[in-house]
T-cell receptor, first 114, second 117 residues
Framework: AQKITQTQPGMFVQEKEAVTLDCTYD???????LFWYKQPSSGEMIFLIY??????QNATEGRYSLNFQKARKSANLVISASQLGDSAMYFC???????????FGAGTRLFVKA | ETGVTQTPRHLVMGMTNKKSLKCEQH?????MYWYKQSAKKPLELMFV???????ENNSVPSRFSPECPNSSHLFLHLHTLQPEDSALYLC????????????????FGPGTRLTVL
């Protein structure tokens, strides 16, 4: 069975510093995709970054980077130069072979301090 | 009009009411999804439509009835709901190029916050 684990219910970071949000996954699929989403208090799920299981390089999108360690089955999100607007819930998600189902982790709430 | 839109944004209904949630995507995608997000629970996939055909139905009670009249529109018809159905209902869409390769990103709407009294 596929599973996503986010072990940090809440994280604090000082403005302008970097922060890492942890995500581990479990799957027997050979091909899969890993995603990170941001959910502000307004409710909308905002796509941040994607990593394919066969991608050899870590994905980057602006201030977001994904630290992908396939052997350890981890896909941590790194946010550099945190901003107050980064305060939100962050969800790690995975989609595997053979279907449309994407599974989500429980989320990490990030608080950015001024 | 951008991305994925959902109406209404907020809905309060009694257990005997019938209402519908609407989702519209302006991204040219061929798959659409309904998710339920309850407090303190992971996001739950409810229904998936690909090319206007339902391809996933994850043991959702029959009081939730989806409808996908075309690739841009998705509805969720609600009737005789229970208070435990109160949640944020999120719609998403994706462009599924190859079934099962895991790469297709889902883009979400702002959600409908539903309260059942």
């Amino acid at each position: 069975a596929q599973k996503i684990t986010q072990t940090q219910p809440g994280m604090f970071v000082q403005e302008k510093e970097a922060v890492t949000l942890d995500c581990t996954y479990d799957t027997s699929d050979q091909s899969y995709g890993l995603f990170w989403y941001k959910q502000p208090s307004s409710g909308e799920m905002i796509f941040l970054i994607y990593q394919g299981s066969y991608d050899e390089q870590n994905a980057t999108e602006g201030r977001y980077s994904l630290n992908f360690q396939k052997a350890r089955k981890s896909a941590n999100l790194v946010i550099s130069a945190s901003q107050l607007g980064d305060s939100a819930m962050y969800f790690c998600a995975m989609r595997g072979d053979g279907g449309f189902k994407t599974i989500f982790g429980a989320g990490t709430r990030l608080f950015v301090k001024a | 009009e951008t991305g994925v839109t959902q109406t209404p944004r907020h809905l309060v209904m009694g257990m005997t009411n019938k209402k519908s949630l609407k989702c519209e995507q302006h991204l040219g995608h061929n798959a659409m999804y309904w998710y339920k997000q309850s407090a303190k629970k992971p996001l739950e996939l409810m229904f998936v439509y690909s090319l206007e055909e339902r391809v996933e139905n994850n043991s959702v009670p029959s009081r939730f009835s989806p409808e996908c009249p075309n690739s841009s529109h998705l509805f969720l018809h609600l009737h005789t709901l229970q208070p435990e159905d109160s949640a944020l209902y999120l719609c998403a869409s994706s462009q599924d190029r190859v079934l099962g390769d895991g790469t297709d990103t889902q883009y979400f709407g702002p959600g409908t916050r539903l309260t059942v009294l």
